[in-house]
């Protein structure tokens, strides 16, 4: 098992800075670069950094592609709360990430003929290069929730009640989050070739505790990523709180 490096910074403003300056770097390594992208909370300061940076120093996503993590099934095109709308409203039309090159799962038709044309998607870019995580408070990644199985594929998942409840907010008054999702299996993001997870918040630091000290276990989907040789933790204070005392810092 690999334990991953840790960045840990002051706070969240300071996390999206260095995560953004990190992708910086690995998009002028190489322009082609195909990126795995995630939604969340935690990710809108991310960015918006990034966004900074394409509008201040003129980073160029024109060569790269992406394939996001999950997505919603059934929710109409264009619904606020659908994952493709995030995306749009807050990196892609902002850097010219076209449609074409700025994949989710298509989750508006038949599901398991989504799930196999993802997986052959991914493939023929040759892999995913660097793959963004956030954690969900139980230890999901992606809509992978606990006793999720670590070489899945990517595959219609159900949401558990706490995860409904935690991503009610996204959505309109009156609405809640559809029952199922399809997202990237934990063996489609352990594919990727460097992987990096964020955890901001003193919320998510009993999450962050439960995936790295201890043995992987399926009970904890990200302690998946102790498998995989190349993974960076960019976190703050806060979120790294928990493992002060497990000798990690
Ligand atoms: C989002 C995703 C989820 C989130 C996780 C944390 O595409 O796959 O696993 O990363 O639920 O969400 P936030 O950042 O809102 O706490």
Redesign the pocket.
Known sequence: MTKPDFQVLASPSAVAEALANHMARALRAEPAITLGL??????LPIYAALVALHRTTGLSFEGAHSF???EYIGLVPGHPAS?RHYMEENLFRHVGLSADRALLPEANGDPEAACLAYERAISARGGIDLQL????RNG????NEPGSAFDGRTQVARLTPS?IA??TSDFPPGEVPPPEAI?MGIGTILAAREIVLVATGAG?AEALARAFPAAPHQDCPASALQRHAHVTVFCDEAAFGAMRGEGQG
């Open positions: 995630a939604t969340g909370k935690t990710f996001n993590l999950d994952f995580l956030g954690i969900g999901h990644i992606g809509f995860t935690a991503n997202t998510k």
